[in-house]
């Protein structure tokens, strides 16, 4: 095969096995009511999987970021939280901060 | 059919300072590079981020094929890196359910489900009538998916101007972003207990099972804050 057919073939099926998700999700929300308790289920499993992304792309990134050291990338974190917080909840300063500070540190 | 004054409403998401306007936009310029690194032509990088809107499953696809993985290979490593939208989706759309509206709208827009469009949604979903708040949703992920796209093709373009240490500096973006906005959703203790047993769960996990690390770690560490909150009330 042609590696611009495998392309095509690779976006169809990673389109398709994220719309799965996606699809199930919303059929099964159909018959979820929001004071239920799989409702409240569901939502503390939501935020456990997100944050186990997180905690798993800053201890074992996949990409470019695993060019950076693991120290870098925690201090990194903390600081911008830390901004996060003091600035009371402003996100814009501590996202462009922290792609500032990472850029530097991990450039000498 | 769209009310239209809702929908600009959460098309004005992106505008201010808890906009997702710019870590979507640095990871996806970071993503159309790396995708023009993996062979993808501009049309492909662009047709990735309209189909499939989903960052770590892109970044998955990119690598599989740089390594020359299998087709089959991919879906199931994308599955699992995405099947979180799963447990997102069901959080989030009983929220925004309403009987005057149709079911395409939710079966269509779940298309829209990302993490910054889901956060953003469940921090301002109060603030609008429960009758309009698929338009607002609808809204918010127009908003979101087309910057993801527009910033691809931008990422693909300026690829060669971007060197190594600004790639690294516009990765770490989203996720310091993502961290914040959690951080900012950690209003009760079940919650708060989910965050943080799955920030420690996940990379603990990740050591022995990669593919399924996520899956795990969601469901052990959400049912331990469920089970917690039930017992305490709250």
């Given at each position: 095969m042609e590696s611009s057919q495998i392309i095509i073939l690779a976006i169809v099926v990673t389109s398709l096995a994220t719309f799965i998700s996606r699809l199930m999700g919303a059929i099964?929300?159909?018959?979820?009511?929001?004071?239920?308790?799989?409702?409240?289920?569901?939502?503390?499993?939501?935020?456990?999987?997100?944050?186990?992304l997180l905690g798993?792309?800053?201890?074992?990134?996949?990409?470019?970021?695993?060019?950076?050291?693991?120290?870098?990338?925690?201090?990194?974190?903390?600081?911008?939280?830390?901004?996060?917080?003091?600035?009371?909840?402003?996100?814009?300063?501590?996202t462009i901060i922290s792609a500032i500070i990472l850029s530097v540190l991990t450039s000498v | 059919m769209i009310n239209s004054k809702v929908f600009f409403q959460g098309l004005k998401s992106l505008q201010g300072s808890r906009s997702p306007a710019i870590p979507l936009a640095a990871c996806f310029i970071a993503l159309g590079a790396l995708l023009k690194d993996a062979g993808f032509n501009l049309q492909q990088s662009a047709a990735s981020s309209l189909f499939?809107?989903?960052?770590?499953?892109?970044?998955?696809?990119?690598?599989?094929?740089?390594?020359?993985?299998?087709?089959?290979?991919?879906?199931?490593?994308?599955?699992?890196?995405?099947?979180?939208?799963?447990?997102?989706?069901v959080s989030l759309f009983p929220l925004l359910v309403h009987k005057s509206q149709p079911k395409w709208k939710y079966y269509l827009s779940c298309h829209f489900l990302a993490v910054s469009s889901w956060l953003i949604a469940k921090d301002s979903y109060k603030k609008i009538d429960k009758r309009n708040?698929?338009?607002?949703?609808?809204?918010?992920?127009?908003?979101?998916?087309?910057?993801?796209?527009?910033?691809?093709?931008?990422?693909?373009?300026?690829?060669?101007?971007?060197?190594?240490?600004?790639?690294?500096?516009?990765?770490?973006?989203?996720p310091v972003y993502f961290f914040c906005m959690m951080i900012g959703?950690?209003?009760?203790?079940?919650?708060?207990?989910?965050?943080?047993?799955g920030t420690i769960l996940g990379p603990l996990i990740y050591l022995y099972s990669a593919e399924w690390s996520l899956l795990f770690a969601g469901l052990i560490a959400g049912t331990v804050a469920f089970l917690f909150g039930e017992k305490n009330g709250v």
């Open positions: 099964t929300s159909q018959k979820v009511s929001v004071e239920s308790k799989v409702f409240n289920w569901f939502n503390c499993v939501a935020y456990s999987t997100l944050a186990a798993r792309m800053i201890i074992f990134p996949a990409g470019v970021l695993s060019e950076s050291t693991l120290i870098i990338r925690i201090l990194v974190v903390f600081i911008c939280i830390s901004i996060f917080i003091y600035t009371k909840k402003n996100l814009v300063l501590p | 499939t809107y989903a960052l770590p499953g892109q970044l998955v696809m990119a690598e599989s094929l740089l390594v020359g993985a299998s087709i089959l290979n991919i879906f199931i490593a994308v599955w699992l890196v995405n099947f979180r939208l799963y447990p997102m989706t708040r698929i338009d607002f949703w609808i809204g918010v992920g127009v908003g979101t998916w087309s910057t993801a796209i527009l910033m691809t093709i931008a990422g693909y373009l300026s690829a060669e101007y971007l060197n190594k240490d600004m790639m690294v500096g516009l990765a770490i973006v989203n959703a950690m209003k009760n203790i079940s919650i708060s207990i989910a965050v943080i047993l």
